[in-house]
């Protein structure tokens, strides 16, 4: 009995530490992803779903959405990312690689329906005090960039169009030229046989206006 105390105020300790361990590797990860991104967060993925353990104060500046309406709530992912951009999220972050950090781009729709753009830093971290996934990222708004990479790529559409048809006109202004001077040929050549016809035999009493 002893012995089993023992162990288990040991194992109890242990798991103390491990919690005590998180707890600071959470607030050191906090800070720094505070100064380098406009919001951080952790979730863990269980057989239930996936449930953020926590949130900085301006992921409700971003989304929209009040961090007590998304924290500890199922799948919170389905309330504002893209529809088109969830499932591959999702399946994606099921696969991490502990060694491997990632980093995606996706659509949010944040609860007033305004659409940004997300650029989110994942790590996956190590565990083994339960079966859950444990996953720290970091995110970043992009719109801005995202609007002016469309706007760049909109220009390009329409220059390479203007470019198109500029070569259109090109090949008519040709063939419209060749066309007329081949059908010119002929006529110029009867006129300037005339004109030699006449400077022949009446260059000698020819005036101005003749």
Do not use: C
């Not at 220009?155 to 007329?180: I, M």
Request: net charge negative.
């Amino acid at each position: 009995l002893i012995q089993a105390n023992a162990d288990l105020l040991a194992e109890i300790a242990a798991r103390q530490q491990a919690e005590d361990t998180l707890r600071a590797s959470e607030d050191r990860y906090r800070i720094i992803s505070q100064s380098i991104s406009d919001y951080a967060f952790s979730f863990r993925i269980i057989e239930e779903g996936i449930f953020f353990d926590w949130l900085t104060d301006n992921f409700s500046q971003i989304t929209g959405y009040p961090v007590e309406e998304i924290l500890g709530k199922k799948n919170p992912f389905d309330n504002y990312i893209h529809p088109e951009d969830l499932s591959r999220i999702k399946r994606e972050i099921r696969t991490l690689d502990p060694d491997r950090p990632v980093t995606y781009e996706y659509r949010l729709i944040r609860k007033d329906g305004a659409l940004r753009w997300l650029q989110v830093y994942l790590q996956r971290i190590p565990n083994d005090q339960d079966n859950a996934i444990h996953i720290y990222g970091a995110a970043q708004d992009i719109t801005e960039r995202k609007q002016a990479q469309e706007e760049i790529e909109r220009l390009n559409k329409t220059l390479e169009q203007h470019v198109r048809e500029l070569s259109d006109l090109n090949r008519d202004l040709e063939s419209f030229s060749y066309s007329v001077s081949h059908d010119l040929r002929a006529p110029l050549r009867h006129i300037q046989g005339f004109v030699d016809l006449l400077h022949k035999h009446m260059a000698a009493t020819l005036d101005d206006k003749g």
